[in-house]
């Protein structure tokens, strides 16, 4: 399994970004996908989550109303959008795929078995 995640940056408060990872040697669809966050004050931490038929998704309470996941199955490819940003949405932020097929929706790491390399994301005060 591989997952491509790309679309960090540095970028200010207020500001937006959309970050997006392609994965490749998994059945796609048959996978809920998440978004976590790693800094080096902590270890990766839960940020989004979707159901592999974008029909559940689930997020973070800090990130509530400001970022949206999103993917298409047809693409392979799973996104996040972050908007209004703060100094706190710092980080390297993987993406990652379930451990269980057609399982429900997780937000906890041990149960994410495929992860990419990551993408990070700087915000400015």
């Known amino acids: 399994v591989q997952l491509q995640a790309s679309g960090g940056g540095l970028v200010q408060v207020g500001g937006s970004l959309k970050l997006s990872c392609a994965a490749s040697?998994?059945?796609?669809?048959?996978?809920?996908m998440g978004w976590f966050r790693q800094t080096a004050a902590e270890e990766r931490v839960f940020v989004a989550a979707?159901?592999?038929?974008?029909?559940?998704?689930k997020y973070a309470d800090p990130v509530k109303g400001r970022f949206a996941i999103s993917r298409d199955n047809a693409k392979k490819t799973v996104y996040l959008q972050m908007n209004n940003l703060i100094v706190e949405d710092t980080g390297i932020y993987y993406c990652t795929a379930a451990r269980l097929r057609n399982g429900p929706v997780r937000t906890e790491l041990a149960d994410y078995g495929s992860w990419g390399q990551g993408t990070e994301v700087t915000v400015s005060s």
């Open positions: 979707i159901a592999r038929s974008s029909g559940v998704k």
């Open positions: 040697g998994l059945t796609f669809s048959d996978y809920g």
